[in-house]
């Protein structure tokens, strides 16, 4: 259905005007209309319409690669035109690598974002060189490095067309020859940064000529000390006194001088007082050891206190129920057979102890209770804190292959109590904390014991020495 009316067919060319002007979007910015039709914007035209300050900013690269060699004639991008990289010598005479020295401060290699920062930078920027040919590339590395003088980067690219080109082993030929960083490499492009540790010309100028001034100043240090040695020879010859320096003849002066030489019986006395000086250093030395024991076990029975200043253990109650001896062996017997227990490690009685003792009286009459790495006295000073916290009644005490058990039966009254843990043991962490002060105070107590026979020893030794 078609409309005639005015406003639909004007409003139908602006949308026809706005889609062609879309169309020509990505042609815009690199076509430009003059008076005789569309100039691209890397054309010898395009060059002779710009102004004279923007053709001075294009003349400035355009100089700098007339420098570096002949430019490449089949070029068909951008301005200005590349070298031709497989013009220049494949082998220059006496060519070595750069000098590179990196600055006190700065890091060797890029960082992540500074490698990227480049690699953007490299990617807008026109190319330098036209290369083709995978290996003997020292004028173009001679080259990369005349630019790197003025420009931080040298982008390379790679001609289209020529058979058997390996973009891998050019980018390696040049790393070997510049020492440059590689940015990036493609099938088209290779880019290279000049590094963090490049030197210009003219600074590695300077060093050399610090170096030369050095080794002069070196040399002439030398032949100086060489004069000296040499006029102090002449005047030890021309001295004509004998010399007496370690001869029998200073021995003996010296001997007439300071005295006659010792007896056996004065080295055999200094030996002895030699040897009971080493005793006494000895003896101080232990002295002040077993004070500091001292000190440290003090220290030790002080944590402890107020470790156990929670602690506020129950006593045995008055009316303990008692069972026969028959019902003793069986409660044995079925004790001894159970297979879940309770361990008591180094932590000893605390509230989750009792905790896990009405757990299992809650199923079960009996509970069995396992000790390991304790005296028999020890166990028994649990026992009796078992029974008197529990509220249960004591079966047995056996000694099996590597620990005691023990089992515990809950009463024939048992009723289970409100609060299951009780309050006036030491928690687990305070349990712990007081099983350390323990083991530190009983080793500190043997080291003192050491310590104190050794002093005995040694007072022993002195009094026999000092008697003969």
């Known amino acids: 259905m078609a409309y005639t009316l005015s406003c639909v067919q004007s409003y139908n060319e602006k949308i026809q005007t706005s889609v062609n002007s879309l169309k020509n979007e990505d042609t815009a910015s690199n076509v430009f209309h003059s008076k005789g039709g569309r100039i691209l914007c890397g054309s010898a035209e395009y060059m002779k319409d710009l102004s004279k300050e923007k053709r001075m900013d294009m003349n400035d690269p355009n100089s ?261 001896d028959e019902e003793r062996s069986l409660l044995r017997k079925i004790g001894l057979s159970m297979k879940p227990f309770l361990l008591i490690g180094r932590r000893g009685i605390f509230d989750g102890t009792v905790e896990n003792m009405h757990l299992h009286w809650k199923y079960r009459k009996l509970v069995k209770l396992i000790v390991r790495g304790k005296s028999f006295a020890q166990v028994k000073h649990l026992v009796v804190s078992l029974e008197a916290e529990s509220g249960g009644v004591l079966v047995s005490l056996d000694k099996t292959m590597k620990s005691y058990a023990i089992i515990v039966y809950r009463g024939k009254n048992y009723q289970r109590p409100h609060a299951v843990r009780p309050r006036n043991l030491l928690t687990r962490r305070q349990a712990l904390a007081r099983s350390i002060e323990l083991q530190r105070r009983e080793a500190l107590k043997h080291h003192i014991s050491d310590l104190q026979e050794r002093i005995e020893l040694l007072n022993y030794e002195l009094v026999r020495a000092l008697a003969f």
């Open 64 to 324: 700098l690669l007339d420098e570096l060699g002949p430019r490449f004639k089949d070029w068909s991008g951008c301005e200005p035109v590349p070298v031709d990289a497989d013009l220049l010598p494949s082998e220059v005479p006496g060519y070595k690598p750069p000098v590179r020295l990196l600055p006190y401060g700065v890091r060797h290699c890029l960082r992540n974002q500074e490698m990227t920062r480049f690699r953007r930078l490299a990617r807008t920027m026109p190319s330098h060189f036209a290369l083709g040919r995978n290996r003997k590339l020292q004028g173009l590395a001679e080259a990369m490095v005349k630019l790197w003088e003025s420009s931080a980067i040298a982008k390379i690219a790679i001609k289209r067309g020529v058979l058997n080109t390996c973009n891998d082993r050019m980018a390696e030929e040049l790393k070997n020859l510049t020492g440059g960083t590689l940015l990036s490499r493609n099938k088209d492009y290779i880019a290279f940064y000049r590094g963090n540790d490049f030197l210009p010309p003219v600074v590695v100028e300077a060093l050399k000529e610090r170096e030369k001034l050095t080794d002069v100043q070196a040399n002439e240090e030398d032949q100086a000390r060489q004069r000296a040695s040499a006029a102090i020879e002449s005047k030890l010859k021309a001295s004509k006194s004998p010399l007496v320096a370690g001869t029998l003849t200073e021995t003996l002066a010296a001997t007439s001088r300071w005295g006659n030489e010792t007896s056996s019986k004065d080295v055999e006395q200094m030996r002895r007082d030699e040897s009971l000086n080493k005793h006494a250093a000895l003896l101080k030395y232990l002295e002040k050891k077993l004070a500091l024991a001292k000190g440290k076990v003090k220290r030790a029975e002080k944590a402890l206190a107020k470790v156990q200043e929670n602690l506020r253990p129950a006593d045995l109650p008055v009316d303990l129920e008692t069972i026969s």
